[in-house]
């Protein structure tokens, strides 16, 4: 099954400094790579997610790129703010056409924004 | 709409005991899916449904059984509860169209197991 690879588990920027969060996966069928935002005591909500077919893609201050090559992809938050801080998970999975998606994400990394 | 909501909240229980933990989504989602959430251990799938009667298991299903009587409920059931078990349970749907793959999450059910 796919394994997923999340570095660092801990990061602190300052307010204002760029966060990069890289993750690693195995299995090369894997198609659909989201990120997912999860504040303290709350659900995780998806920030974003990125295809296979495309190597990078953004949203304001928030980036994600993918190699397929290398089978790693990373998150980008620039401008960060304290509102950034939280847990982020990266996840993966060999999505097809109307079957569910089993997402198999990473262990995390907490994100401190400091003033 | 109220997306994706589960039941109870909190729940303590004794080793042995059983209990069963509610899904309900409103947003019509033929996928939904059952995870479990440790710390340092990220999110991982329990079971999961593709439609009204289906059910499948996920990664860690070992020690749950899942039902889906309905469309919109996915229910989560712990016949002789164990303190490995001891959690957060997140449920989750999905539409499925190519046009969008996001897993929406409920709320959560925060389990201990003494």
């Known amino acids: 099954g796919e394994n997923v690879e999340q570095h660092p588990s801990t990061l602190s920027v300052q307010e204002g400094d760029s966060a990069v969060i890289k993750c690693t996966y195995s299995?090369?069928?894997?198609?659909?790579f989201p990120w997912y935002k999860q504040e303290l005591g709350k659900r995780p909500q998806l920030i974003i997610d990125?295809?296979?077919?495309?190597g990078e893609k953004k949203d304001q201050r928030i980036a994600v790129t993918l190699n397929k090559t290398a089978k790693h992809f990373s998150l980008h938050i620039t401008e960060t703010q304290p509102e950034d801080s939280a847990v982020y998970f990266c996840a993966a999975t060999p999505y097809e056409l109307n079957t569910a998606s089993k997402l198999t994400f990473g262990t995390g990394t907490r994100l401190q924004v400091t003033l | 709409n109220a997306g994706v909501t589960q039941t109870p909240k909190f729940r303590v229980l004794k080793t042995g005991q059983s209990m069963t933990l509610l899904c309900a989504q409103d947003m019509n989602h033929e996928y939904m899916y059952w995870y479990r959430q440790d710390p340092g251990m990220g999110l991982r799938l329990i079971h999961y449904?593709?439609?009204?009667?289906?059910?499948a298991k996920g990664e860690v299903p070992d020690g749950y059984n899942v039902s889906r009587l309905k469309k919109q409920n996915f229910l989560l059931g712990l016949e002789s509860a164990a303190p490995s078990q001891t959690s957060v349970y997140f449920c989750?749907?999905?539409?499925?169209?190519?046009?969008?793959?996001?897993?929406?999450f409920g709320p959560g059910t925060r389990l201990t197991v003494t």
């Open positions: 990125i295809r296979s077919n495309v």
């Open positions: 299995d090369s069928a894997s198609n659909y």
């Open positions: 989750a749907s999905s539409y499925g169209h190519p046009s969008s793959y996001e897993q929406y």
């Open positions: 449904s593709v439609g009204e009667g289906t059910t």
